[in-house]
């Protein structure tokens, strides 16, 4: 099979096993933003497991790079000051949510949670609007 085909395929299945394992063994939800906030202000006895899990994270892309750094030729072709904006703009997002697309869109919509049903709509619609309003009214440019 393509790895092109095959590779978000294990990506999917690795990270059902990750927020399964993490539910099962830890009775948490795998939402990046809120393990991420939860490092910010941690509570007693709460800091570990989110370090682990975000150190997994990042040292999961970088055993993925050293393994096949193919995958990462995506070029962004945006401004750095337009990037920075967009990741202001989901943080907020995931704030005004409460969860982002991993807690709502991974874990809320497998346990069939209306609200992250709810949620993940809504940031697909937003992204989608974005993207369009920046390739269109700006010309890709932004």
Do not use: Y
């Not at 990046?32 to 497991?49: N, Q, T, Y």
């Not at 370090?51 to 945006?78: N, S, T, Y």
């Amino acid at each position: 099979m393509d790895s092109a085909i095959l590779a978000p395929i294990i990506g999917g299945v690795l990270i059902g096993l990750g927020a399964s394992a993490l539910m099962l063994f830890n009775g948490k939800i795998a939402g990046v933003s809120g393990i991420f906030g939860g490092l910010l202000h941690p509570k007693a006895g709460d800091f570990a497991w989110r370090a682990a899990f975000v150190a997994g994270i990042i040292v999961g892309g970088f055993v993925l790079f050293l393994l096949r750094p193919d995958m990462f030729g995506v070029g962004v072709e945006r401004s750095l000051p337009v990037v920075v904006l967009g990741g202001l703009l989901v943080g907020f997002g995931a704030r005004l949510g409460s969860g982002c697309t991993s807690g709502h869109g991974v874990c809320g919509i497998a346990r069939l949670g209306p609200r992250s049903i709810v949620a993940t709509l809504t940031f697909i619609a937003t992204g989608a609007v974005a993207a369009f309003v920046v390739n269109q009214v700006f010309g890709g440019v932004a």
